[in-house]
């Protein structure tokens, strides 16, 4: 009887030990976009991209709120999570109501939150209209703690009423 009761733990521990082995993923740490992808797992070509893990589980990457302005502001350079140098040249277009004076003010911040730099973007054309007008402005900024960080482009808003405010988030790494 001691024999069988042996045989029987040492079957289900190999069991399990070959179990573990073949289901590496199940000890795998993936709790982000990023680690999905450095360990390897299939990325989807969508927008904005998605990756799955081998138990189907599903990450997206952070594009800020990108997709929720792009009818007010669209930024073409710097990308979401694109590596930015310092200085910082912000480029795009935005509605004429997002400006004031034909200029918005932008931030870089930290993942902290903490404000490194900050800057007046400028119309490059008329902003008095409801049409999407260009802009630019080259940002410089103290150099961050952190690897990852903000560009924050904030509607100019010269009432201060919070219910004028808007923004822009877009993550980059530093």
């Known amino acids: 009887m001691k024999k069988y009761i042996w045989v029987v733990i040492?079957?289900?521990?190999a069991v399990g030990v070959y179990w573990v082995a073949k289901n590496?993923?199940?000890?795998?740490?993936?709790a982000d976009f990023?680690?999905?992808a450095a360990k390897g797992n299939p990325i989807m070509e969508s927008y904005p991209r998605q990756c799955r893990t081998k138990d189907g589980k599903v990450f997206v990457e952070?594009?800020?709120?990108?997709?929720?302005?792009?009818?007010?502001?669209r930024v073409s350079d710097p990308r979401p999570n694109q590596k930015i140098g310092n200085p910082v040249t912000v480029s795009g277009e935005a509605r004429g109501y997002w400006y004031f004076e034909a200029s918005f003010p932008i931030q870089v911040v930290d993942s902290k939150g903490n404000v490194?730099?900050?800057g007046i973007a400028q119309a490059q054309n008329d902003w008095m209209t409801e049409?999407?007008?260009?802009f630019k402005v080259e940002v410089e900024f103290s150099a961050p703690d952190t690897s990852e960080g903000k560009l924050l482009l904030?509607?100019?808003?010269?009432?201060?009423?919070?219910e004028n405010d808007d923004q822009l988030v877009i993550p980059v790494k530093f």
């Open 116 to 118: 490194l730099g900050t």
């Open 10 to 13: 040492i079957v289900v521990l």
């Open 34 to 36: 990023e680690s999905c």
């Open 154 to 162: 904030k509607k100019d808003n010269p009432s201060g009423l919070p």
């Open 62 to 73: 952070d594009i800020g709120n990108e997709l929720e302005k792009v009818d007010l502001i």
């Open 24 to 30: 590496d993923n199940a000890i795998d740490l993936v």
């Open 131 to 134: 049409e999407f007008v260009p």
